[in-house]
């Protein structure tokens, strides 16, 4: 079965520091592979996303994320953080490949916090 | 730009009692989806919708719950008989094609 891992629950960057949040998947076939952000008291809103082609893509507010398949991962990178980063950043995969309508599996989500 | 709304952004009921959650997908969208998040726990898939029938729903997904579109521009969740698990926040999710899922601000459900 699909499944998504986020390994670290929480973590804490300097603000203007460099951002790495991992995420890896199970997936047998080629994935679609989103990274969401959510605010407090928010939705999710939309960051990046992977379908195929360029493995790594680019995404709003700066932030990009790399594809590799060896690795089943997905990680998510910003080169330098603002406090108003500061959120729980989900990673999800597309239940089915190529198939509207489908389920996203989420992961656990990492919490992100920006000191001064 | 368009977004996913949501109403009531907040809805507190009584166990036993039934309730509905709305939805207004981004106008263009073609799937809608319904999704919850227990306190502190991952985004778990609900259900998604297309064409007026369901096309996908998960084991949570059980007979207590219901969607429908009754208009052009609603898309609701029924939960007939709420339980205190059923206490979660619950998102709409809109797309027009592949996986690429708009979200609403979600409804917080908090069951007494």
């Known amino acids: 079965a699909q499944s998504v891992t986020q390994p670290d629950i929480h973590i804490t960057v300097s603000e203007g520091a460099s951002l790495e949040l991992r995420c890896n998947y199970s997936y047998g076939a080629t994935p679609y592979l989103f990274w969401y952000v959510q605010s407090p008291g928010q939705g999710l809103q939309l960051l990046l996303k992977y379908f195929s082609g360029d493995t790594l893509v680019q995404g709003i507010k700066g932030f990009e994320a790399e594809f590799k398949r060896s690795q089943s991962s997905f990680n998510l990178r910003k080169p330098s953080v603002h406090w108003s980063d500061a959120a729980e950043y989900f990673c999800a995969v597309g239940a089915q490949a190529n198939q509207a309508g489908t389920a996203l599996i989420f992961g656990k989500g990492t919490t992100l916090s920006v000191s001064s | 730009e368009p977004e996913v709304t949501q109403t009531p952004s907040h809805q507190v009921t009584q166990m036993g009692q039934e309730v509905i959650l709305r939805c207004v997908p981004i106008?263009?969208?073609?799937?809608f989806y319904w999704y919850r998040q227990i306190l502190g726990q991952k985004v778990e898939f609900l259900v998604s919708?297309?064409?007026?029938?369901?096309?996908?729903k998960s084991e949570i997904f059980d007979d207590q719950f219901s969607v429908e579109r009754p208009d052009g521009s609603n898309f609701t969740l029924k939960i007939r008989s709420t339980k205190l698990e059923d206490s979660a926040m619950y998102f709409c999710?809109?797309?027009?094609?592949?996986?690429?899922?708009?979200f609403g601000p979600g409804t917080r459900l908090t069951v007494l």
């Open positions: 919708f297309y064409n007026n029938e369901i096309s996908e």
């Open positions: 999710a809109s797309s027009e094609l592949a996986n690429e899922q708009f």
């Open positions: 106008s263009n969208h073609l799937y």
